[in-house]
């Protein structure tokens, strides 16, 4: 199964437009502002959505959820490739963030539950991170075909319309998941309702419990903040572009999407090779509380590096804070979601 969870992550991330996203926007006519709204409209929508999908995973299945995430998936691919407005493109980034939301924890959650069935517990960090490098991998390539594809066809729409052969095959690679990790949760299990119910009961818990109320900070904090600056890598990679003597007899379009796609595919390589040594951080920074608080000081660190770079207009320090932000990000997530499973009751 490791093999099939490897695979979930790497096609799930084959996601073509995603290192030219804001630059697929601008070409559309589309301005900052607009383009800031249309990610706001995405993230709203997994926010709204993210708590109670993972109630209902756990009543009514997390393979399905996982089933409905990639078709939203693939939907969302397909109205972006071929949308004229900005309605049509919010549409899609509706549909895209309720992919995001029934996708978000859900996989994680199946994968420890297949872990705890092979009694394997105590490999948490080292296997989520395994997989988790090969989605990083997936972005990877993601980032080297979409510049093959831009390079080719010339329009960024095909980056989109691309992105949902991946989506099928990763919808039957789900489909096929053994029916055993599709079992419900004991407390949630009965349908939409009892999920409901497994909601506020699990929110309660969390409330109560003060390890848990930490760890739900710290994961707005670290990957909040990576969030929500990660996509101004894009514009500030375009800008260099322009500058930089490479590829001189390539349109301006074209070196920005070379120099982009190399640069992006770099920092997934390394976000890769980050994901797969975090039990080997966890270990030499004393366990996996020590090593979470360390990695968010690093974290803090290189916001304020990036923006003195950017004070200063050394744009090239802010990119390469921005990679190893991305290598500091992909220690952290294992080791945060290993204390998760470790201070969470799965019926919690």
Known sequence: MIVRFCAYGFLKNLRLFEAFL?????????????????????EVAVNLLEVP?????????????????????????????????WAILALGMVVYGVGDAFRSGTHKALIYAWLRQQGRTAERTRIYGHTRSWSKLGSAVSALAGTAVLLTSDDYRWIFLASAGPAVLNLLNLVTYPAALDETIPGARGGWRRSWTHLRVAAGACLRRGRLRRLVVASMGMEGGYAAAKDYLQPLLQTLAIATPIGLGLSGDERSAVILGAVAALAFLLASAAARQAHRCEAALGGA????DRLILVQAGLFLAIG?????????????A??????AENLWRPIHV???DRDGAEDH
């Open 22 to 42: 804001v630059l697929a926007l601008l070409e559309r006519g589309l301005d900052f502002l607009a383009i800031g709204g249309l990610i706001a409209v995405r």
């Open 53 to 85: 999908s993972g109630a209902v995973a756990d009543g009514v299945g997390r393979r399905r959820c996982l089933v409905l995430s990639m078709a939203a998936y693939l939907i969302a691919y397909i109205v972006l490739g071929l949308a004229e407005s």
């Open 289 to 292: 509380d020590r090593a979470a």
């Open 308 to 320: 003195a770079a950017l004070l200063l207009d050394v744009p090239w320090i802010a990119v390469a």
């Open 322 to 327: 921005f990679v190893i932000l991305g290598i």
């Open 338 to 340: 290993r204390r998760f």
